[in-house]
């Protein structure tokens, strides 16, 4: 790359939001959040909010850099904060999950019930011979059993690792031969877009051969026909006659809690490794301060699925740790109806929600009237992860979401931080749409060049973490180089993130998406992401994805992949439009070289445009592997509909 240039982003941005005076009176976190002098005295301070059964002698150890060890000889079981210690304090009555499965059933699981579950299960896979340390896979549907399945390995020492539910045999394969487990928990199916999907199948062909699986522990569902062999036993058989009380062990805080893989540069997935008391101390202290948690009296719904980070930090153990009341849900937002999520809002009196760009520009696509028909009243704080937030599609659901009173939080961090690393704070800051702004107190980042040194204000390049934080990942899985080559060596002493930032004129942060992601045109590197927010915010673009393809005179050529809002479909000269409407908002080097109308994205199971594909696509490749794809044939119908001409502009 270019070492000196910056990063182009000649989008403007002006509009603020301030949170209301009655927010911020009643937050979590005022301003003087943000004073913090010693880092490590304020990440003390808040792993007290856990329970702890062994004090630490010492907040971090970094003397094996970048291998971190946090609350250093401190003891812990994470389950007793999630779940005993709310039961002991007189609040075992309070609904801790609200499940609403895709078909209509639905279920209030409270406090107390949920120990005695997770309770009955550490017994469960305890007599199943697994031991403090073992891996369990878990590949499940977003339902009950699958957060107790998590808590209860965790109870006992147990290494989770889910894998998402959507993933082939093949991938649970791998997965499960990398970690070595001993166990797998599934269910015979789940309920999606309307019908049943099986489950138990796949994981029957992945552990066909496996040397180290002993059961496979099997959740009823959907009630579908499974397959049965001797090594399989059914959740109600083994889980329901267990005692419904658990004396558990305490273990050291680095002691480790779950694996969860994740795709990096190269083929084969990387299993993120995280431990116990760091871990519990970031994902509880942040769901507390960034969505302004009030257990009391706060509904929260996050809708990830448990298969990803989201869903670990931010389903599992950052709200069960501070005592939340939350909605999970099984199914798609579509079924039976486009209204379903507002639906389960108004119905629950949701009050916090935290979902995706993606879901969002979905809901846009969908149009205004959709969750105008439903009762939203209830939400006060909405927040937003997994990709940058085109600004859009941020003002699209503050207004038609939140009712244009809720404050946003864009919230930036990875499987690997574990916990929320860069985010307005709802009570505090002066959000701008699309961007995280500012790392969260005792979070250290900055934006470097291609030097590693730190880039001024107006001035773009790469995002880095300049200082250990709780909920680091430890390392990747069975190989420690990989983690150290792949994070912490292209500039020493700091962790690299693979994103590409700016800070605005205000000193705002803004994530441009990953840096293979940022395109280079005639010298000028621009973002996918910047190309994209200026299509979105043009009326007739519902989504839009950007890819840089290889070009002789300009480096790279913009092409964009366009899906148009409903109406939209016979404007002829669109195309043009589009092209002139991106050169006004960015500048004419921005401006698409080609824009093709398409009706699908390739995606992946978890949402992200799988921007690979469209390069293949657009630089006239074959088309590459396509199985991690949510629905493979999207990329048949965009080459054809691009062989066919006629949606090329040239
Ligand atoms: C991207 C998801 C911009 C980013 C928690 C990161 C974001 C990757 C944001 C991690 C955000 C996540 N703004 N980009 N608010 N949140 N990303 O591991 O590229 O699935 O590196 O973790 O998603 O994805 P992962």
Not at 379 to 405: C, K, Q, T
């Amino acid at each position: 790359m270019d070492a000196d240039s910056t990063l182009s982003n000649l989008l403007n941005e002006d509009r603020r939001f301030a949170p209301s005076d009655a927010f911020a009176a009643a937050a979590n976190v005022g301003a003087d959040v943000y004073d913090v002098s010693d880092r490590l005295a304020f990440w003390d301070q808040q792993a007290r909010r856990l329970q702890w059964r062994q004090d630490w002698s010492e907040v971090l150890d970094w003397s094996k850099a970048p291998f971190a060890s946090w609350f250093v000889g401190g003891r812990l079981n994470v389950t007793e904060s999630c779940l005993d210690r709310h039961v002991a304090a007189g609040n075992g009555n309070r609904a801790a999950l609200i499940f609403e499965g895709e078909p209509g059933d639905s279920s209030t699981i409270t406090y107390a019930e949920l120990l005695a579950e997770v309770s009955r299960a550490a017994h469960a896979i305890t007599e199943l011979g697994v031991k403090t340390g073992d891996r369990v896979a878990i590949y499940m549907p977003l339902i009950p059993e699958a957060v107790v399945a998590m808590l209860a390995c965790a109870r006992v020492g147990a290494v989770h690792s889910v894998v998402f539910g959507g993933f082939s045999a093949e991938a649970l394969r791998s997965r499960i031969e990398d970690a070595g487990a001993v166990m797998v928990i599934t269910a015979d199916g789940g309920y999606r877009r309307g019908s049943a999907f099986p489950l138990k199948h796949a994981v029957d062909e992945a552990v066909e051969d496996s040397p180290t699986v002993r059961n496979v522990v099997v959740v009823r569902r959907t009630g579908q026909d499974v397959a049965w062999s001797e090594r399989d036993v059914w959740w109600h058989d083994v889980v329901d006659r267990q005692a419904p009380t658990h004396v558990c062990e305490a273990f050291d805080s680095e002691h480790p809690l779950f694996i969860l893989y994740t795709s990096g540069t190269t083929g084969k997935p990387k299993g993120i490794k995280h431990t116990c008391g760091g871990y519990l101390t970031q994902a509880a202290y942040t769901h507390w301060a960034v969505f302004d948690l009030k257990p009391e009296t706060d509904v929260y719904w996050c809708t990830a699925d448990i298969g990803w980070v989201t869903g670990h930090s931010y389903v599992v153990y950052g709200p069960l740790a501070n005592g939340a009341t939350q909605v999970i849900y099984e199914g798609t937002p579509d079924t039976p109806h486009q209204g379903r999520w507002w639906e389960i809002v108004a119905k629950h009196k949701v009050s916090i929600l935290y979902t995706a760009p993606t879901a969002i520009r979905t809901f846009m696509k969908w149009g205004d009237h959709i969750p105008a028909e439903h009762d939203l009243s209830s939400l006060r704080v909405l927040g937003s992860v997994g990709e940058p937030i085109n600004p859009e599609a941020w003002m699209w659901y503050r207004e038609h979401i939140g009712g244009d009173r809720c404050p946003v939080v864009d919230t930036w961090w990875q499987t690997e931080t574990g916990a929320i690393m860069i985010s307005p704070l709802p009570g505090v800051t002066h959000a701008k749409p699309g961007s995280a702004m500012s790392p969260l107190p005792g979070i250290g980042a900055t934006v470097v060049d291609d030097h590693g040194e730190p880039v001024g204000r107006g001035h773009g390049g790469y995002l880095v973490l300049t200082e250990p934080w709780p909920s680091m990942l430890r390392g990747i899985w069975g190989d420690d180089q990989r983690y150290v080559d792949t994070y912490w060596s292209r500039w020493p002493g700091r962790y690299f993130a693979g994103d590409g930032a700016k800070y605005d004129e205000d000193g705002a942060i803004w994530l441009l998406g990953r840096v293979d992601d940022v395109m280079n045109v005639s010298g000028h590197r621009i973002s996918t992401t910047e190309v994209e927010s200026a299509l979105v915010a043009h009326p007739a673009v519902a989504e839009a994805a950007v890819v840089g393809a290889n070009d002789d005179v300009t480096g790279q050529a913009i092409v964009a992949f366009v899906i148009l809002r409903q109406g939209h479909q016979e404007d002829e000269n669109i195309v043009e439009r589009l092209r002139a409407h991106v050169a006004h908002e960015i500048g004419a080097i921005a401006r698409p070289k080609r824009v093709l109308i398409v009706t699908e994205l390739p995606k992946t199971r978890s949402g992200k445009i799988m921007r690979r594909l469209l390069r293949d696509v657009a630089e006239n490749r074959g088309l590459g592997d396509v199985t991690t794809l949510a629905d493979p044939a999207v990329m048949r119908l965009i080459s054809e509909g691009l062989s066919a001409g006629t949606a090329e502009d040239e």
